[in-house]
């Protein structure tokens, strides 16, 4: 109606990826950095033997799923809207070893084949109001997230069996009042923003020593935070010309 005004729209979408990973086992001479030499090759080599070697191989098979729903109302003529939005993904996984891993004593019965699945929901919603014209009061709230890959630290965290699918998930608040003037050439934002973030993945900094640790370490998983307050302002000097600014 003229009065109120509702959008439904709803949707399934489907993701494949493959990835092939190749490792090589190399030994480079010293360099001298006081007086480098160019072109200083590489030496595959397998440290059993000392001959050229391919360390191992990987196909990385990756399918998400995901399915949602969102829905918007304005009314009094677009001077409030209200969103909120819905949505259910599921994550697969699959990482095969193309290279057997032999047994050692570290690692007795290596596994070749890595299997994960991880599924989540996330939840959005907002409101913008325009009391006048010039002035926007706006609210938001969203969730997202990412899957950390499994296989980071090589064939050596599958064969090892420590390979874990987990989930990057994260959290957004977000508020603020917006004002345009000078016929909508200058915009004034002042927003307070809260984000949260859990299960993000970094790689770990002891797998760097030399020689590596067998099997390799997990990737670490910490936690992070951001809040504040954001000023921006933007002026449209010209058609083509803007100037913006924020603090």
Not at 40 to 63: C, K, M, Q, W
Not at 121 to 127: N, P, T, V
């Amino acid at each position: 109606s003229g009065f109120l005004n509702a959008t439904t729209l709803g949707g399934v979408a489907v993701n494949y990826s493959t990835l092939l990973g190749l490792a090589i086992n190399a030994d480079r001479p010293t360099i001298n950095y006081a007086a480098p030499t160019a072109g200083l090759p590489f030496v595959e080599r397998n440290p059993a033997t000392s001959a050229t070697a391919i360390a191992g191989r990987t196909n990385n098979s990756s399918i998400s799923e995901q399915f949602y729903l969102s829905e918007t109302l304005k009314a009094w003529n677009d001077r409030v809207a209200l969103n909120a939005s819905y949505s259910y993904n599921n994550f697969d996984h699959t990482i095969n070893n193309l290279v057997p891993v032999a047994p050692t004593a570290a690692i007795p019965a290596p596994q070749q084949r890595f299997t994960g699945n991880i599924d989540t929901q996330l939840k959005s919603w907002g409101a913008v109001v325009k009391p006048i014209p010039t002035v926007v009061f706006y609210y938001g709230y969203s969730e997202n997230t990412a899957v950390n890959n499994p296989g980071v630290t090589g064939a050596t965290s599958v064969a090892a069996g420590n390979a874990v699918l987990s989930l990057q998930a994260g959290k957004q608040r977000e508020y603020g009042v917006r004002w345009e003037g000078l016929s909508k050439r200058v915009f004034v934002t002042v927003s307070r923003f809260d984000i949260k973030q859990s299960g993000f993945s970094v790689p770990n900094p002891g797998n760097l020593v030399v020689p590596q640790p067998v099997p390799l370490l997990p990737a670490l998983i910490t936690d992070r935070a951001a809040k504040g307050w954001e000023l921006e302002v933007r002026a449209n000097v010209t058609k083509n010309f803007s100037l913006i600014g924020n603090a």
